[in-house]
């Protein structure tokens, strides 16, 4: 799966392409809510069986199955899928919340239940977790609480959770913090436990392991991406033109020792712009535009 999304990440970010040629699962997984950022805590490998859609406040019983209108795909950033994008949410367009990605039919939406996970024996502490999301006030604090660690399941969701977050707002002004935290963990590698990913084998071997680190990898890229894309800042839209021929090879030892140079200067980039914008922790309070962009991400 990782030479796959490897190959779509090259014909969609080097050749312009934004719909490839493709047919059957393979094409409509890409547009299912696996490969959703609203479903946080899931990808085409990663996490197994049940899913929760933050968007809708859904359990997700067959997340490959499913879809709806506003689908955010995590492997590639919005603005190289965007024709893509909007072609799926006119196809999906008479639903109101979730439906069947094959089918074109509503799915009926279910709130989770601490409960009746227990009960069905599907509980999940990462589902668990994301359930509290809207909960938590203000929703920057649950964002901060998921970043750290090398816990790969967790790593994804707080990408997701980060990139949602982003393309709430609108902007970079609010979420640079939340970027800069992705970047020192760009370089990182994933972990995976046995019942992390979405197989049918009980134990997980080597090659398996590094396909998953493939799915967090771009998604937390493709967040990078679409903070430039925010911020106006090109070098780090087309971040991919910077890391030389690892990206290519799917190279992870290769593309790991590229990432300890490359995340800390794009660190630099995003401080220094934040700084020249006076949006680098001002000690003034926020402006009343900013104030009122932060309280509708926070009614969302």
């Given at each position: 799966m990782a030479d796959e999304l490897a190959d779509y990440f090259r014909q969609d970010q080097e050749k312009g392409i934004t719909a490839p040629d493709l047919s059957g699962v393979a094409m409509n997984e890409l547009y299912s809510c696996r490969n959703c950022i609203h479903n946080c805590g899931q990808s085409l490998l990663i996490g197994k069986e049940t899913g929760y859609c933050i968007k809708h406040d859904s359990v997700l019983?067959?997340?490959?199955?499913?879809?709806?209108?506003?689908?955010?795909?995590?492997?590639?950033p919005r603005f190289v899928v965007d024709e893509g994008l909007r072609e799926h949410a006119g196809e999906f367009?008479?639903?109101?919340?979730?439906?069947?990605?094959?089918?074109?039919?509503?799915?009926?939406?279910?709130?989770?239940?601490?409960?009746?996970?227990?009960?069905?024996?599907?509980?999940?502490?990462?589902?668990?977790?994301?359930?509290?999301?809207?909960?938590?006030?203000?929703?920057?604090?649950?964002?901060?609480?998921?970043?750290?660690?090398?816990?790969?399941r967790r790593s994804l969701a707080h990408a997701s959770l980060v990139r949602r977050y982003m393309d709430q707002c609108g902007t970079w002004r609010s979420s640079y913090r939340f970027i800069l935290a992705l970047l020192q963990e760009l370089p990182s590698t994933p972990q995976f436990q046995d019942n992390d990913l979405n197989t049918a084998d009980s134990q997980l071997?080597?090659?398996?392991?590094?396909?998953?680190?493939?799915?967090?990898?771009?998604?937390?890229?493709?967040?990078?991406?679409e903070?430039?894309?925010?911020?106006?800042?090109?070098?780090?839209?087309?971040?991919?033109?910077?890391?030389?021929?690892?990206?290519?090879?799917?190279?992870?030892?290769a593309l790991k020792a590229e990432l300890d140079d490359k995340a800390p200067e794009w660190a630099e980039q995003v401080i220094q712009h934040a700084k020249s914008e006076n949006a680098f922790f001002p000690s003034h309070p926020p402006s009343e535009e900013l104030a009122e962009e932060l309280a509708e991400v926070e009614a969302l």
């Open positions: 019983f067959e997340p490959v199955r499913t879809t709806c209108k506003y689908l955010h795909r995590k492997d590639l367009a008479r639903f109101s919340a979730l439906a069947d990605l094959l089918e074109h039919k509503p799915v009926e939406r279910l709130p989770y239940n601490e409960k009746f996970a227990w009960e069905r024996h599907q509980f999940d502490p990462l589902n668990q977790s994301l359930a509290q999301y809207h909960k938590t006030k203000p929703v920057w604090i649950f964002l901060q609480a998921m970043s750290g660690g090398l816990d790969g071997d080597d090659e398996m392991r590094q396909e998953a680190v493939w799915d967090v990898f771009f998604t937390r890229l493709s967040g990078l991406q903070y430039g894309f925010h911020a106006g800042l090109e070098d780090l839209m087309w971040a991919t033109d910077h890391l030389n021929g690892a990206l290519a090879t799917l190279d992870w030892s």
